[in-house]
């Protein structure tokens, strides 16, 4: 009796194999295997050769070198990404090393951040657009002192060609017919071109400089101010520098302004009588750009 449980036993087993088999391909050692279905856990993870690839199924996660992914896409220790020798390189301390030809973008939606390092100078620079000369990525630039350039950085310098009167005793504004350049659209020379006006966006500190020259007169004191939004913030007093030669006063200020704002430059003289301006782009100019 014994025997035949044991014959019977053998040949159930051999049905079971012959049925795992029919249904097991079998690959030999190094071949490729193609897989055209999902594979699903079975369990709550699967772990390849001691976590160098894990998934979590639960989480949806996936670590390389870590059995304890954080994110989507969690790698332990560094990794590169790229084509042949031009490849770039994250540490495994986070550090970002790019190949010598390559740029960094950074995208959202319509916007765009190129920056790009050029080696020959030591600078970066940032633009908003990858176009394909290097030298046209440049909207902002930081050389290799540290010093900021940028092409779209707003400011003004405005220039007097005619002499104006001042009249005595009375603060008179100080009007600008020409311009060195004008990067924000700051000043007009034919409406109000005694002033220049924040422009939208131009929130920040700026630099305004204002310097006029005066005809000579050996009678009382001068004054030259900076007006914003008709407050006196700066001036600047000299005396007169006798009957044959003029003065230059100039004065300097830092502001932090906002779109809107008006700033001016204003004279001030007690000659007893009006005293010209003198003109000409070296001799009397209004200077403002913002610096941050």
């Keep these: ?16 194999i012959s049925k795992v088999s029919s249904q097991v391909t079998k690959y030999p050692h190094g071949s490729s295997v193609s897989l055209s279905n999902t594979i699903a856990c079975s369990g709550s993870s699967v772990n390849i050769d001691g976590n160098t690839v894990y998934v979590d199924c639960s989480a949806n996660e996936v670590g390389i070198g870590t059995g304890s992914p954080e994110t989507v ?31 960094v973008t950074l995208s959202r939606s319509a916007e765009l951040i190129n920056l790009s390092s050029i080696t020959a100078g030591g600078d970066i620079r940032i633009s908003t657009a990858a176009t394909a000369a290097l030298a046209n990525r440049a909207n902002i630039r930081i050389d290799q002192f540290g010093i900021i350039h940028s092409t779209t950085q707003i400011g003004a310098r405005l220039t007097m060609s005619v002499a104006e009167s001042i009249g005595n005793s009375t603060f008179t504004h100080v009007f600008f ?9 700051l000043h007009s020379v034919s409406v109000s071109s005694h002033q220049i006006t924040i422009p939208t966006g131009g929130d920040g500190i700026w630099f305004i400089n204002c310097s006029i020259s005066l005809a000579a007169n ?17 001036n600047r007093t000299v005396a007169n520098a006798g009957g044959s030669d003029g003065v230059d006063p ?21 000659s007893t009588a009006p005293l010209a301006t003198t003109g000409g782009a070296t001799r009397s100019n209004f200077v403002a750009f913002k610096i941050w």
Excluded at 3 to 9: C, K, S, W
Excluded at 177 to 185: A, K
Aim: some cysteine.
């Design 1 to 16: 009796m014994k025997r035949y449980i044991f014959i019977t036993a053998l040949a159930l087993l051999g049905i079971i």
């Design 73 to 103: 896409l969690d790698v332990n220790g560094g990794f590169q990404t790229g084509s042949g020798v031009t490849k770039s390189t994250f540490s495994s301390t986070g550090a970002l090393s790019m190949a010598a030809s390559a740029d």
């Design 177 to 185: 017919d020409g311009e060195s350049f004008d990067q924000g659209d």
């Design 218 to 234: 050996a009678t009382g004191s001068r004054i030259l101010a900076i007006i914003t939004n008709g407050t006196r913030n700066a």
């Design 250 to 270: 100039e004065v300097t200020d830092l502001q932090y302004l906002s779109a809107g704002d008006i700033v001016a430059c204003q004279v001030w003289q007690n």
